[in-house]
C-alpha cells in the first residue's frame, strides 16, 4: 500500500459526458501528479501540481483538467469523454518534485 | 528529456539474479537514474535511483557506467512478485522545483518474466 489513495477504482460512462475522478496524497506529500495508461499510448505524464499551483503540464487534452486543493487532494476532470479516453489514470505524489513518486492503485475508466 | 532504450522482454528463472539493462546515451550531467516498476494491476512502484555511483537497497541493486551513458538493474534473486515491467527514467533533478523537472517520461520498459 503506497499511501495514496485514489476514487473510485472503476468507472464506466458513455461519450460526451463528464467525469471526476479523485486521489488523495500520501500525509505530507505536497506534490501530485496525473498520468494515463492506454494500451497504444503506454504511460503519459499529465500534469503535476506542488502546494496547490500547477507546475507543469505534459500531454494533456484541453477537454481534461484538474486541480490541487487546500487539504493537497487533487481531482482530474475528463470532460466531452471520448471513446479513446478510456484507459487507466494514475496519481501518483511525492514531498516535493524532486523526490520518489508513490502511485496509487489508479482509475479505470470505460467510455462506451 | 533523455532518450532510454531498453529490450522489450526478458525470462529470469526463479531464485537466479536478473540483470536488466537500460542505455540513456543522451542523459545530461544532472539527471539522476530511476528505475520503476508496474506489477500486473497496478500502479507503478519506485524500486532505486543513482546518479553515478553503484547504489543498493533492499530490492536491488543499480550499476551505473562510468560514462553514465547506461546502467544495469540488478535483482539478486528474482522471485516470481518480480514479474514486472521494469522502465529506467533519467529524471532531471536541477535545484528549483521549476518547469518539468520531477515528471517521470515512461517509455516502453522491459517485461520481466520470472519462471519457477
Known amino acids: 500500500d503506497s499511501g495514496v489513495t485514489q476514487t473510485p477504482k472503476h468507472l464506466i460512462t458513455a461519450t460526451g459526458q463528464r467525469v471526476t475522478l479523485r486521489c488523495s496524497p500520501r500525509?505530507?506529500?505536497?506534490?501530485v501528479y496525473w498520468y494515463q495508461q492506454s494500451l497504444d499510448q503506454g504511460l503519459q505524464f499529465l500534469i503535476q501540481y506542488y502546494n496547490g499551483e500547477e507546475r507543469a503540464k505534459g500531454n494533456i487534452l484541453e477537454r481534461f483538467s484538474a486541480q490541487q486543493f487546500p487539504d493537497l487532494h487533487s481531482e482530474l476532470n475528463l470532460s466531452s469523454l471520448e471513446l479513446g479516453d478510456s484507459a487507466l489514470y494514475f496519481c501518483a505524489s511525492s514531498l516535493t518534485p524532486l523526490e520518489t513518486q508513490y502511485f496509487g492503485p489508479g482509475t479505470r475508466l470505460l467510455v462506451l | 528529456d533523455a532518450k532510454t532504450t531498453q529490450p522489450n522482454s526478458m525470462e529470469s528463472n526463479e531464485e537466479e539474479p536478473v540483470h536488466l539493462p537500460c542505455n540513456h546515451s543522451t542523459i545530461s550531467g544532472t539527471d539522476y537514474i530511476h528505475w520503476y516498476r508496474q506489477l500486473p494491476s497496478q500502479g507503478p512502484e519506485y524500486v532505486i535511483h543513482g546518479l553515478t555511483s553503484n547504489v543498493n537497497n533492499r530490492m536491488a541493486s543499480l550499476a551505473i557506467a562510468e560514462d553514465r551513458k547506461s546502467s544495469t538493474l540488478i535483482l539478486h534473486r528474482a522471485t516470481l512478485r518480480d514479474a514486472a515491467v521494469y522502465y529506467c527514467i533519467p529524471l532531471s533533478t536541477g535545484v528549483n522545483y521549476g518547469g518539468s523537472q520531477g515528471n517521470l517520461i515512461f517509455g516502453k520498459g522491459t517485461k520481466l518474466s520470472v519462471k519457477p
Open positions: 500525509s505530507g506529500d505536497l506534490s
